[in-house]
């Protein structure tokens, strides 16, 4: 069911439309229906993610308050700062993330709170909510709709992007500017964003009222956290490298996750039609066929990264608790090959970053076509 914010952004831009669906979504929901039914469980407002909440923000106060307040020396800040850094992704990829897409709580109020963390991290959670949730969900791999396979001319992530001689070097020095997304995200994205009120090719309304105070008031907290106070404690020497360290471990540790689902040479990078407009595929087999999972048996990734290694089971089901994911993919993954779906896993993390990797370096090199792109699946990743 499109939202009103889907309906904002769709009735302003040309956008592709899929083709009707062909019984796998519905058996799909039927199945997933079936399972929570049979199981009791809830799809939101789970004890553990509860609990999980109140470990991640106790671990990123536990790690801002020692720094900002304790440590003295460079050995003692720079682990803080890493850890904090890798503890805001942490938000971002449960709390924010779940609340953002209604996932965490059947209460609109909570999931927005939740989803209101992302701006005491820097981020607004008003841009992300149609940056990520609509435009990315509803298209992601369509070049030139999915914004987030749009890293303008630092690199060439989709077949279909032009390709300029830097890219050669891509598969190298992407993984250093990962690091600064949080950075450029903070400082520039969502200004631009609300300025130009337009994602890629999708214009979007301009935040009002409160949304526009939540958008303000969270940029202000966020600066007043990141630099006012320990700027008051400290000299500006050792304030901001350790932000560039927080910030450094935060992207690059975000980045990673969301790379390895969609830009991988197991991920289909699908256009319309150009007479038509239309996709070939309906909807739900484009969710699965343009996303990858990987290290499904890692439980401790899968705990801190918000169960985002299971991207296909997140984009299918995004209103549904990342806890549920892992009980749920092999349910997804034979629905998947009963109706002929692609269905990709890499093994590991490291058979996920090596994919990206080679990705990377293949949408780069001068020989790099379509054709190549579209080759056939390696079978040693799945
Ligand atoms: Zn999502």
Redesign the pocket.
């Known amino acids: 069911m499109m939202n009103n914010s889907q309906r904002q952004l769709m009735t302003t831009c040309t956008t592709p439309k899929f083709a009707t669906s062909d019984g796998f979504q519905q058996e799909l929901r039927r199945r997933v229906e079936s399972f929570f039914e049979n199981t009791g469980r809830s799809e939101r407002d789970c004890p553990s993610m509860y609990l999980k909440t109140v470990l991640i923000l106790g671990w990123v106060a536990t790690s801002y308050l020692a720094l900002v307040f304790f440590a003295e020396t460079w050995w003692q800040a720079l682990p803080l700062a890493t850890s904090l850094g890798v503890a805001m992704a942490a938000v971002g990829f449960n709390i924010q993330?779940d609340g953002?897409?209604q996932a965490y709580s059947s209460c609109g109020w909570v999931n927005k709170l939740m989803a209101m963390s992302l701006d005491l991290l820097g981020g607004s959670s008003y841009v992300w909510a149609r940056k990520?949730?609509v435009v990315?969900?509803t298209f992601a791999n369509i070049t030139g709709h999915d914004d987030d396979i749009d890293i303008g001319f630092f690199g060439r992530l989709s077949p279909y992007q032009p390709r300029m001689a830097i890219h050669r070097l891509q598969h190298y020095y992407l993984w250093v500017l990962y690091g600064f997304l949080p950075i450029k995200w903070q400082l520039y994205d969502d200004f631009r964003d609300v300025a130009t009120a337009q994602i890629g090719e999708h214009r979007f309304p301009r935040p009002r009222r409160g949304d526009l105070v939540t958008f303000v008031g969270g940029k202000l907290a966020f600066f007043l956290f990141a630099f006012v106070v320990p700027l008051c404690l400290h000299p500006p020497w050792f304030v901001l490298p350790l932000y560039l360290v927080a910030s450094i471990a935060q992207g690059l540790l975000l980045s990673i996750v969301f790379q390895l689902a969609h830009c991988s040479e197991d991920a289909a990078f699908p256009l319309p039609k150009p007479e038509t407009g239309r996709m070939e595929s309906a909807w739900a087999t484009h969710q699965v066929e343009s996303t990858v999972d990987f290290a499904r048996n890692n439980w401790w990734l899968s705990y801190v990264i918000g169960g985002l290694n299971f991207q296909i089971e997140?984009?299918l089901f995004?209103r549904m608790c990342h806890v549920h994911y892992r009980a749920i993919a092999p349910l997804v993954e034979e629905t998947c090959r009963e109706f002929g779906v692609r269905y990709m896993t890499h093994a590991s993390l490291r058979s996920g970053i090596r994919s990206h990797f080679r990705w990377l370096r293949q949408m780069g090199a001068p020989v790099s076509s379509i054709s190549a792109a579209m080759k056939s699946p390696r079978p040693e990743s799945s």
């Open positions: 993330h953002s897409h990520h949730n990315h969900h997140h984009h995004p």
